[in-house]
């Protein structure tokens, strides 16, 4: 059976819970994530985790990771150390698959050959719901055949499929064509040291510090910076400070904040120092509605720290705002104002190589 | 019918009364000297300045023309893009005048005035220059880099833009970085005339494989500070004239191939251009070569002040709207578009 989701999210409760039908009855269902498509079964049942992995062709004792939908359920199923947690809740939800120890409470099937087993909360409502109302963890596996690549539509799924394998799916929820995002950066938290087993978009190296291969990967961790603001927020204004040298990818970072907003013509603000736009409302974007204006400023330009007082950035400190603040190091004692009444966000940029930039972030300074 | 047209859009508090296509006079307080030290626009200086100048400027222009306040029949005022609070000045004495005198207010885009800056006359009506529509508008500037579709009177159609910097900021970064201050452009274009424009480091040129008619300049920032980054402080002074010209050339050759480009797209080969950038001789060289190859003309602002911030250019786009009727009562309310877009003021 093949469902629409609509794009508005009008029939997301329906979805969800002929989804979570399919998974109690043993079916393999095709979902969207924020990533690319993904098969769905049940973890805990044996046979639906053996049909997915004969769907697969995936050989025994190759791990498959899970979705769950918060951190304390991924507790429950796997070991968390005292260390591991900042990190853990700096990037989930978010575009990164985490290994960690596994308490066997899934089928063994899904865990790697040493006990391990892979965890996802994606930052996609969709899955969050089908997730966090089902009673066992999901599987998160890309929707494609083993060492093949993985699909942004159904179309593109279906053609690769042949009918035997066809068959094999109970349900398919298509959510039309996803943005072409990686799938997602699996880190490797068991070692001594975080190892990364694959890039997706967002690269982390250490809690707190990125790694980001060139512009377009830059917008992406902007995006993933503001949805993770946007929860140690709680519904206050957010401000990043951006500081690095000329050429590091702050513009670029801001763009891709503001394309989460849905604002896309970001330009660079050095000339006039600073730019305001409305955020458009949108029914399925949460942010929209809590925040109404996006200020893009840049004190690239200024040279004495109390002409901060002339250029009018402490009259939005008590509106819903989002604040992007280009050259932040130069504005002097504005920064307790923002302490005070904002979420204050500090983005650091540096220079590997021409192209690749390490980007360190801290909330609330 | 006489409008006195204001803007306060940047760092020249402008002030002028136009009749028609004709300006009776134009008076300007530019603040460059006083943010030349600094490095660029500096906000307060810029508001207070304007603030401090704007009533003079007003009354030195209406002087000039021989004629008083009782004479004026329209305010045209800027009112976007630009600094906000700059803005602000301008607009709050447009809307007092409007209001004083019972006479409309007609808001203008600042972008709009650049568009026409090649058709503004002197008092006596010259250059004479017929509409000619269609026209391709190229508009560079500190803030600014766009391609127009210039319809007809106050019709407009954006064909692409810069989606990072300016082509104008760029010039005034890269002249920072090779340690000279602002405006840099000046500097950039000297330099690179000393060495007769040789493009020795061959800068890459961003997005020339792409379709589209958009530009992008933010990466060319970071070429030359890896390009700089490998020079000892000597061969950096030896290469100074060589870089500065290297990268004029990857900024104005950027312009001149999207512009090719938007002719060959809308076979549109009349070219009308505006902005701070348009006053380098370097890119009036390379684009009368383009268009001469394509059969068309290129205008350029007829006289200097054009090409940079004022508002003669505004007053005559005022002209134009009042004759399409296109005015708010006396003394109404108009918000201040930082962002305001061309698209948002076509008919």
């Known amino acids: ?365 | 019918m006489n409008i006195l047209a204001i803007d306060t859009s940047a760092d020249d508090t402008s002030c002028a009364i136009i009749s028609g296509r004709k300006v009776l006079a134009h008076v300007e307080y530019s603040q460059i000297a006083l943010h030349a030290k600094w490095g660029g626009i500096l906000p307060s200086l810029a508001k207070r300045a304007h603030e401090e100048r704007i009533d003079w400027v007003i009354q030195k222009t209406l002087r000039n023309a021989h004629l008083s306040l009782a004479q004026i029949h329209g305010i045209g005022v800027t009112y976007g893009p630009g600094l906000a609070i700059a803005l602000e000045v301008g607009i709050r004495k447009a809307v007092e005048l409007s209001s004083t005198l019972t006479i409309p207010l007609i808001p203008v885009n600042h972008m709009e005035g650049h568009l026409y800056s090649s058709f503004v006359q002197n008092a006596k009506g010259n250059p004479t220059r017929p509409f000619q529509f269609p026209y391709l508008g190229l508009l560079v500037s500190g803030g600014h880099t766009e391609l127009i579709l210039f319809k007809d009177h106050l019709t407009y159609e954006i064909l692409g833009q810069t989606v990072d910097d300016a082509a104008g900021e760029a010039l005034d970064k890269a002249a920072r970085m090779l340690g000279f201050g602002y405006p840099g452009g000046p500097v950039i274009e000297t330099l690179s005339q000393t060495v007769k424009h040789e493009d020795r480091y061959i800068f890459p040129r961003p997005m020339m494989k792409s379709q589209d008619l958009q530009f992008s300049f933010s990466g060319l920032k970071t070429a030359l500070l890896y390009k700089i980054q490998k020079m000892s402080e000597e061969e950096k002074i030896e290469a100074l004239p060589y870089l500065a010209s290297s990268f004029q050339e990857a900024v104005m050759k950027s312009l001149i191939k999207k512009t090719e480009r938007a002719i060959l797209k809308t076979g549109i080969s009349r070219l009308v251009v505006g902005g701070g950038v348009s006053v380098n001789e370097r890119l009036r060289t390379l684009l009368r070569a383009l268009v001469k190859s394509h059969g068309g003309i290129v205008q350029f602002p007829p006289y200097k002040y054009l090409n940079f911030d004022n508002s003669a250019m505004i007053g005559i786009v005022a002209s134009f709207r009042a004759e399409e009727g296109l005015m708010l009562s006396p003394g109404s309310h108009i918000d201040r578009v930082p962002r305001l877009s061309l698209l948002q003021s076509t008919q």
Do not use: C
């Open chain 1, 1 to 365: 059976m093949r469902i629409r989701l609509s794009q508005d999210g009008t029939n997301l409760k329906d979805v969800v819970s002929k989804t979570q039908e399919v998974l109690s009855s043993g079916g393999l269902v095709v979902f969207p994530s924020d990533t690319v498509y993904g098969l769905l079964v049940d973890a805990k049942q044996e046979e639906a985790v053996s049909k997915l992995i004969a769907f697969k062709n995936r050989p025994i004792g190759k791990a498959i990771s899970v979705f769950v939908s918060s951190i304390e359920e991924l507790a429950s199923h796997a070991f968390i150390t005292s260390n591991q947690k900042p990190l853990l809740e700096s990037l989930l939800p978010g575009p990164f698959t985490v290994i960690l120890n596994s308490r066997h409470t899934v089928s063994n099937l899904l865990e790697s050959e040493t006990g391990t087993l892979g965890f996802r909360i994606p930052d996609y409502e969709p899955v969050r719901l089908v997730s966090k109302s089902y009673r066992n963890p999901i599987t998160a596996t890309s929707a494609n055949l083993g060492g093949r690549h993985p699909h942004y539509s159904i179309e593109s799924l279906l053609n690769q499929l042949p009918k035997e394998k066809q068959a094999m799916i109970d349900l398919i929820v298509d959510a039309g064509k996803l943005p072409r995002n990686k799938p997602s950066t699996v880190l490797d938290m068991t070692q001594d040291s975080l190892q990364i087993v694959r890039k997706g978009d967002i690269i982390t190296s250490s809690k707190n510090e990125y790694r980001s291969p060139s512009p377009k990967e830059t917008r992406k961790l902007g995006a993933f910076l503001l949805r993770q603001s946007e929860k140690k927020a709680k519904g206050k204004p957010i401000v990043f400070l951006m500081t690095g040298e000329l050429g590091t990818g702050k513009t670029e970072m801001s763009r891709g904040i503001a394309e989460v907003l849905g604002i896309p013509q970001v330009v660079s603000p050095t000339f006039v120092v600073s730019y305001e736009y409305e955020i458009p409302h949108s029914a399925s974007n949460r942010l929209n509605n809590t925040y109404k204006q996006f200020v893009h400023a840049d004190l690239y330009n200024i040279m004495e720290s109390d002409e901060m007082e002339h250029i009018g950035l402490d009259q939005y400190l008590d509106k819903p705002v989002i604040m992007v603040i280009e050259w932040g190091e130069r504005m002097g004692d504005f920064i307790h104002s923002l302490q005070e009444k904002t979420h204050v966000v500090l983005v650091t940029f540096s220079h590997v190589n021409e192209n690749e930039r390490i980007i360190r972030v801290h909330h609330s300074l």
